[in-house]
């Protein structure tokens, strides 16, 4: 599983880079616009600059309404900016035609500036409260239009977390339709250390966090501690040890 982690501002990215040893992908985002929102192109071109050239960054492009023609553009720019992963949040779409449309868009513009970047198609666990695609519909949504993985996070921030709009075995679900695919399953939305044991058994290939490596685990006034990303990717790394001996154990 790889640890995804969220700074909002250069300052953070520098934090990130202290922790760099103990983090897989650092996630350029803008909280206050949003679970996904887009940060500058300019913050992106100094976060790639301000963590190891080995840990890819990925970037948010929003979420984003059902206009294909916007979508595409600003995850070019995103590509062009220094991000290798980009996620997008299809907020604004009500159906998985709509959905399809939008990523298939997002997936020609990068791959064409950048064929080795990584194209993510977000959606939320709490759909049914702001009308967008089902969570489940994401995998498919992810493989019609030629993107690399498929992602869960929680569109409102009001304290409520992933596994209380979509429970283990929704998620788990989610996984298997996502590797079914040849896909990525992504999971994120207020993740905190104790999910990490049920992320793990389902086999959730990316965590993203932001709020757990946060000073009073807030995720829009507290600042990224690295002692905070450490303890986190070594309870990680705990559980990952103990799923792997009970499967060796049971076969």
Sequence with gaps: MLLLI??????????????AEHL???DVKKPDEGSLGANFPWVIREIRDAVPADKPVSATVGDVPYKPGTVAQAALGA????????????????????AVDVMRGVVRAVKEHRPDAFVVASGYADAHRIGCVNPLAL????????SDAAMLDTAVKDGTRLFDHVPPEVCAEFVRRAHEADLLAALAGSVKVGDLGALTRIGTDIVGVRGAVCERGDRNTGRIQPQLVAAFRAEMDRHAREHTAAVTAAS
């Design 24 to 26: 897989d992908i650092v």
């Design 139 to 146: 995998p498919d949504i992810a493989l019609r239009s030629g």
């Design 6 to 19: 969220s700074p909002d501002s250069v300052e953070e990215a520098l934090d990130c880079a202290k922790a």
């Design 79 to 98: 590509a062009v900016s220094g991000a290798t992963y980009i996620k997008v949040g299809l907020y604004g779409c009500t159906t998985p035609d709509q």
